[in-house]
């Protein structure tokens, strides 16, 4: 070994480097020393400079310092007729002793607040996490119900990692079948009037919210946005959202419902250090008219001689 190569040796094990400084070790050691341009270091000054600081980015902080806060709120700019009933009250259908039978199962394909016009369950979240944000273990253990042969709460949000326990109020069994694209199915029985609940978690983040459903009952309905981060939010019945802890500057937002898929993909919100900035999303009959999204891949069958 060199007396270079000893010296580069010496100085990584005294800064700590991890394989994100070597991945400049042929640059360290194989260029060779040239004279330095007056608009510039000298390239091996600038290889050093670049790797010292890697390690500091990986060890970034839960968080962000002084986050800053969007609130918002989803209406409905049209006037609105609420959907009929998946299932009327009293209803013929599956299990109609639980199913149904004190009160109707509401199609929550749509729902809009009457007195303000709010949309429910549209997700509001970042595609990615920002910059430097390295997240923490989540703490906090979500329940996912199923009451009335519906799902509740329609529309979860889920960090990776983070546990869900599945529980049933009902005097039936339901079965809960997620559909996710990236993560491992769920399919997964759950006992009558169970309230300890079966655990679920999912191990990767998700594109987009993933349909859930229960294949005894097939009305009942749900979506689950799985994130690296926490940077996401569903509308509740007022059609309001919050989303916490943000660094300063720009953010694009994707905003989505399950009717309509994107209603916008790149929500821009500027944010600033420990404020709240504040944003009103209408949309229309227009937009809901169509479905926008990615479609299910179509299975193309080769055939050859």
């Given amino acids: 070994m060199s007396l270079n190569s000893k010296r580069f040796w010496r100085a990584a094990a005294m800064m700590g ?4 400084c070597l991945a400049g070790t042929a640059a360290l050691v194989l260029t060779p020393p040239r004279a330095a341009k007056a608009q510039g270091p000298h390239p091996v000054q600038t290889a050093v400079a670049t790797q010292a600081v890697a390690p500091a980015l990986a060890e970034a902080t839960v968080g962000f310092a002084d986050g800053g806060k969007v609130t918002g709120s989803v209406t409905f700019s049209d006037d609105f007729k609420a959907l009929a009933p998946l299932v009327a009250k009293g209803a013929s259908t599956k299990d109609p002793a639980v ?3 004190s009160d109707e199962i ?3 394909e749509l729902v809009v607040n009457p007195e303000n016009k709010g949309i429910a369950n549209v997700f509001v979240f970042l595609p990615k996490a920002p910059a430097g944000f390295k997240a923490a273990k989540p703490e906090k253990e979500l329940i996912f119900d199923q ?3 519906r ?3 329609h529309s979860l949000c889920i960090q990776v990692g983070q546990t869900v326990k599945v529980l049933s109020d009902d005097g039936v ?3 809960t079948h997620t559909f996710p694209l990236r993560n491992a199915g769920f399919n997964q029985t759950v006992s009558p009037n169970d309230r300890k609940g079966v655990e679920l978690k999912y191990s990767k983040a998700e594109k987009l919210p993933i349909e859930v459903k229960c294949d005894f009952h097939t009305w009942m ?3 689950h946005l799985i994130m690296d981060h926490p940077f996401m939010a569903v509308s509740d019945a007022n059609g309001k959202f919050e989303i916490d802890g943000l660094p300063a500057g720009k953010h694009e937002f994707t905003v989505w419902h399950e009717k309509k898929g994107y209603l916008d993909k790149k929500l821009t919100v500027e944010v600033k250090a420990g404020e709240s900035k504040s944003v009103d999303l209408k949309y229309g009959a227009k937009q809901f008219a169509t479905f926008e999204g990615p479609q299910p891949k179509s299975t193309v069958v080769s055939l050859t001689k």
């Fill in 173 to 175: 069994p339901h079965n």
């Fill in 221 to 223: 309905k749900a979506y």
């Fill in 147 to 149: 009451k009335n042969c």
């Fill in 99 to 101: 199913c149904g039978a």
């Fill in 151 to 153: 799902f509740l709460p």
């Fill in 17 to 20: 480097c991890s394989s994100l």
């Fill in 106 to 108: 509401p199609n929550e």
